[in-house]
């Protein structure tokens, strides 16, 4: 699959008005010049460019403080400025800590959520569900019922390699075991759990996934061939905490649902503002893949923390497959953003160094019948708790057999309330958002 360019350029055209006067070269910071030239690209390109209030920019420090005092509030809480290279290093996967995630259970028993497979905790066997009592000899529960969040980082100690903390786990057969962890920068892997299940309805493909960043390509491919392998019948995507990523990435895995010739079909458009949109407005069809499983229905799971790219996966194939959500609602991003890396490329330096990345929400996204505008989030059909206690794949886990039982026709209503469990991670490493890079350029 051909990548889309991350580092999008804008050409735009002089529709500011009055020429401002220059200011000499001494008295010009890096970051007034971010700051300036990222208010010339919101007057342009932001979704909401005609919400934006009249401030005088030179009262900001920053393009990060601008845009706090330009962001359209009612409907935008994800437009962002961050740092070029942790952005990039993100979205390539890689990461420094343990690699572990964790919440609390209905008995306050604090349990892994998930854990990467680079982790040196995955070849001791730690696993989904396992209850984590102590942390250096420091019991766990206590920090997590009360949210405090200093302890809790103070604790686990900054993301840093080679910063080692001891683990005190109770395994599913009631036996405790101390492991010791450091901390390591690696590659994270997106699939998180891939397998068939032999079901009363057919062999099933399951599949939980993470987040669509570059490694998801060849990841989701070599799922897809073992299902494809398999003869699966029927699917369950699992993206309970995929909060964002490329949208490539979610048209490849959008398209590997269906039949190799359905590339004549429309995924999704995109919708820019109406200053841009004439030019930038785009359908995008189906792509062709190595193991399309040519199916006619889907379950999805899904919770709050299901966003954006995970969100285009579900709304672009409503229109041609039989979809069920089963879970939460999801997140509510029918949105996203085109990135463009500071400073600007010119004529004098056509390949700068690039300090940050700019990220102003540019665009909605509908499917193939217009549906779209979701800011409510995605009602599940069949509301199901996300059952921390078992591991992913696991038939008893509470909303993996509320999505077997859609599949199988015995579906039916929790009798207890649904649990929203606040997980807690290695620190914001993981994309949130959703993604695009068009080539266009953007030059001063």
Same mark, same amino acid.
């Given at each position: &699959?051909?990548?889309?360019? +991350?580092?999008?350029?804008?050409?735009?055209?002089?529709?500011?008005?009055?020429?401002?006067?220059?200011?000499?070269?001494?008295?010009?910071?890096?970051?007034?010049?971010?700051?300036?030239?990222?208010?010339?690209?919101?007057?342009?390109?932001?979704?909401?460019?005609?919400?934006?209030?009249?401030?005088?920019?030179?009262?900001?420090?920053?393009?990060?403080?601008?845009?706090?005092?330009? %962001?359209?509030?009612?409907?935008?809480?994800?437009?962002? $400025?961050?740092?070029?290279?942790?952005?990039?290093?993100?979205?390539?996967?890689?990461?420094?800590?343990?690699?572990?995630?964790?919440?609390? /259970?209905?008995? #306050?028993?604090?349990?892994?959520?998930?854990?990467?497979?680079?982790?040196?905790?995955?070849?001791?066997? @730690?696993?989904?569900?396992?209850?984590?009592?102590?942390?250096? /000899?420091?019991?766990?529960?206590?920090?997590?019922?009360?949210?405090?969040?200093?302890?809790?980082?103070?604790?686990?100690?900054?993301? +840093?390699?080679?910063?080692?903390?001891?683990?005190?786990?109770?395994?599913?057969?009631?036996?405790?075991?101390?492991?010791?962890?450091?901390?390591?920068?690696?590659?994270?892997?997106? @699939?998180?759990?891939?397998?068939?299940?032999?079901?009363?309805?057919?062999?099933?493909?399951?599949?939980?996934?993470?987040?669509?960043?570059?490694?998801?390509?060849?990841?989701?491919?070599?799922?897809?061939?073992?299902?494809?392998?398999? #003869?699966?019948?029927?699917?369950?995507?699992?993206? %309970?905490?995929?909060?964002?990523?490329?949208?490539?990435?979610?048209?490849?895995?959008?398209?590997?649902? !269906?039949?190799?010739?359905?590339?004549?079909?429309?995924?999704?458009?995109?919708?820019?503002?109406?200053?841009? *949109?004439?030019?930038?407005?785009?359908?995008?069809?189906?792509?062709?893949?190595?193991?399309?499983?040519?199916?006619?229905?889907?379950?999805?799971?899904?919770?709050?923390?299901?966003?954006?790219?995970?969100?285009?996966?579900?709304?672009?194939?409503?229109?041609?497959? =039989? @979809?069920? +959500? @089963?879970?939460?609602?999801?997140?509510?991003?029918?949105?996203?953003?085109?990135?463009?890396?500071?400073?600007?490329?010119? =004529? +004098?330096?056509?390949?700068?160094?690039?300090?940050?990345?700019?990220?102003?929400?540019?665009?909605?996204?509908?499917?193939?019948?217009?549906?779209?505008?979701?800011?409510?989030? !995605?009602?599940?059909? $069949?509301?199901?708790?996300?059952?921390?206690?078992?591991?992913?794949?696991?038939?008893?886990?509470?909303?993996?057999?509320?999505?077997?039982? $859609?599949?199988?026709?015995?579906?039916?209503?929790?009798? &207890?309330?649904?649990?929203?469990?606040?997980?807690?991670?290695?620190?914001?490493?993981?994309?949130?958002?959703?993604?695009? *890079?068009?080539?266009?350029?953007?030059?001063?």
């Amino acid at each position: &699959m051909k990548k889309i360019i +991350i580092i999008s350029i804008l050409l735009i055209p002089l529709l500011f008005g009055c020429k401002k006067d220059p200011v000499p070269a001494d008295e010009y910071t890096s970051e007034e010049r971010a700051r300036d030239d990222f208010y010339d690209l919101m007057k342009y390109v932001y979704l909401w460019y005609n919400t934006m209030p009249t401030v005088k920019v030179s009262d900001y420090d920053g393009p990060a403080e601008l845009l706090e005092a330009l %962001r359209y509030k009612p409907k935008d809480p994800w437009s962002f $400025v961050t740092d070029y290279e942790s952005f990039m290093a993100s979205m390539q996967g890689s990461f420094v800590g343990h690699g572990i995630s964790m919440s609390l /259970d209905g008995a #306050n028993n604090v349990r892994v959520v998930s854990l990467y497979e680079g982790s040196d905790l995955w070849p001791q066997g @730690v696993r989904r569900g396992w209850i984590v009592r102590e942390v250096n /000899d420091t019991p766990l529960a206590p920090i997590f019922i009360s949210g405090n969040n200093t302890a809790y980082n103070n604790l686990m100690g900054q993301p +840093i390699a080679g910063i080692t903390n001891k683990f005190l786990f109770q395994k599913p057969d009631g036996t405790t075991v101390t492991y010791s962890s450091t901390k390591a920068s690696f590659t994270i892997n997106s @699939v998180t759990a891939s397998k068939v299940l032999d079901l009363a309805s057919g062999k099933t493909g399951y599949l939980a996934f993470e987040t669509f960043i570059d490694p998801s390509e060849q990841e989701l491919n070599d799922a897809f061939a073992m299902f494809k392998a398999s #003869n699966v019948t029927d699917l369950i995507i699992d993206l %309970r905490y995929n909060s964002g990523g490329y949208m490539d990435i979610a048209q490849q895995l959008a398209s590997l649902v !269906l039949t190799w010739d359905d590339t004549t079909k429309i995924c999704y458009k995109l919708t820019y503002n109406d200053l841009v *949109g004439p030019e930038w407005n785009e359908s995008y069809k189906f792509v062709r893949t190595v193991s399309p499983l040519g199916l006619d229905r889907v379950v999805f799971i899904t919770t709050r923390s299901s966003a954006s790219a995970s969100e285009v996966v579900i709304n672009s194939l409503l229109p041609y497959v =039989d @979809v069920t +959500i @089963v879970g939460d609602t999801t997140h509510g991003k029918p949105a996203g953003m085109n990135l463009w890396g500071f400073p600007f490329p010119s =004529d +004098i330096d056509p390949e700068p160094d690039y300090e940050y990345i700019f990220a102003p929400i540019t665009f909605e996204y509908l499917n193939a019948m217009d549906g779209g505008r979701f800011y409510e989030g !995605l009602a599940p059909d $069949v509301r199901a708790a996300d059952d921390i206690t078992h591991d992913f794949g696991d038939p008893e886990e509470a909303s993996l057999k509320a999505a077997i039982g $859609v599949l199988e026709g015995t579906k039916s209503a929790p009798a &207890m309330p649904i649990r929203r469990n606040r997980v807690w991670s290695e620190g914001s490493q993981l994309p949130t958002e959703l993604f695009l *890079g068009p080539p266009q350029a953007f030059r001063k």
